[in-house]
């Protein structure tokens, strides 16, 4: 097993590097690769910010990755609940923080967090604190 960063995922959703992106999906392809948590949460950054992709298209491309052969997730119901979060309109850094805790009550300062997905009834509730 091998494990990826984000830069290698990252060429793979946006091939901007044609010979980068090949390089990518053959390790892909010839390999069992691990995908952590912290790069799955650093690409949706980098492709929101950098690559300015509509959420719906980011959520597209993890739900591929998250899906292809051979890609082994990192904490992989987290990740694939964070998915889930996300696709109701969640922040996706909330939403892999809200999957992460688990069954521990999550307590926060910010009275948006996960809102879309806690009202759709998809998200656990999370405790607003003052």
């Known amino acids: 097993m091998i494990a990826f960063d984000t830069s290698l995922v990252v060429r793979i959703a946006v ?29 949706e950054w980098v492709l929101r910010s950098r690559y300015e992709l509509a959420p719906q298209d980011i959520l597209a491309f993890l739900a591929y990755l998250a899906e292809s052969e051979g890609v082994v997730l990192e904490d992989e119901s987290s990740v694939r609940k964070a998915l889930d979060y996300y696709s109701h309109g969640a922040d996706f850094a909330d939403a892999m923080h809200l999957a992460s805790a688990g069954d521990a009550p999550l307590y926060t300062l910010d009275r948006t967090f996960c809102r879309k997905p806690i009202r759709a009834g998809a998200a656990p509730t999370v405790h607003v604190v003052g």
Do not use: R, S, W, Y
């Not at 091939?15 to 799955?40: F, R, W």
């Open 15 to 43: 091939g901007d590097h044609p010979k980068q992106k090949a390089a990518a999906l053959k390790l892909l392809e010839t390999n069992i690769v691990l995908i952590p948590k912290t790069v799955m949460l650093e690409t």
